[in-house]
């Protein structure tokens, strides 16, 4: 395994926990307000994202770089992460990175991984694969987008309770639609 591989897969244990604060799920909370009211320039990555969200962590891990954005409130489960690297990556093998990784963690259950297409995201034309899982009970999907610009190879995920899919929705458009880098 090379070293950047190993860093993605060290990166991806702090995604999981920030995946597993954001895991409450359900309808409890979290607030319906997706007015767009914030912008982040973060790395050189450049976003907004509804009042009700917050750039919730950022970290530098080595050549990758890691930004999560979550909907506020402990019983919200809406995420999106950004992992990027320049690093030049074949689009199936950034993916299978990452899903390798989320089958690594026993605590997410029932892990199952479509098979990638090409997609766009926002602007930015890749790779997709959907995937669903059940955490504390409580069944989750995802989006796993896979794209190469600028030199610049990202893996960004959108990732909900499968029951918070309506309040979720605007947010995550918010942020694929003014994404820019």
């Known amino acids: 395994m090379n070293k950047l591989n190993l860093v993605i897969k060290t990166m991806f244990v702090a995604i999981i926990c920030g995946i597993m604060f954001s ?24 976003f907004q994202y509804p009042s009700g969200w ?27 992460t950004m992992s990027f690297t320049e690093e030049d990556y074949e689009l199936d093998e950034y993916l299978q990175l990452f899903q390798e990784s989320l089958l690594a963690q026993k605590n997410l259950k029932n892990m199952v991984f479509q098979k990638a297409n090409e997609a766009c995201y926002g602007k930015y034309k890749g790779i997709v694969s959907s995937y669903t899982f059940e955490t504390l009970s409580i069944k989750h999907e995802g989006k796993m987008y896979i794209f190469n610009e600028n030199g610049t190879t990202m893996c960004l995920i959108e990732q909900e309770a499968v029951e918070d899919h309506k309040k979720n929705l605007r947010g995550f458009e918010a942020i694929r639609e003014s994404l820019s880098f």
Do not use: Q
């Not at 909907?71 to 809406?78: H, I, M, R, V």
């Open 54 to 80: 917050e750039v919730s962590k950022t970290e530098e891990f080595g050549a990758i770089k890691y930004i999560s954005i979550e909907k506020k409130g402990l019983a919200s489960s809406g995420l999106v």
């Open 23 to 46: 895991c409450g799920g359900g309808t409890r909370g979290g607030g319906n307000d997706n007015s767009l009211k914030e912008h982040a320039d973060i790395y050189g990555v450049s």
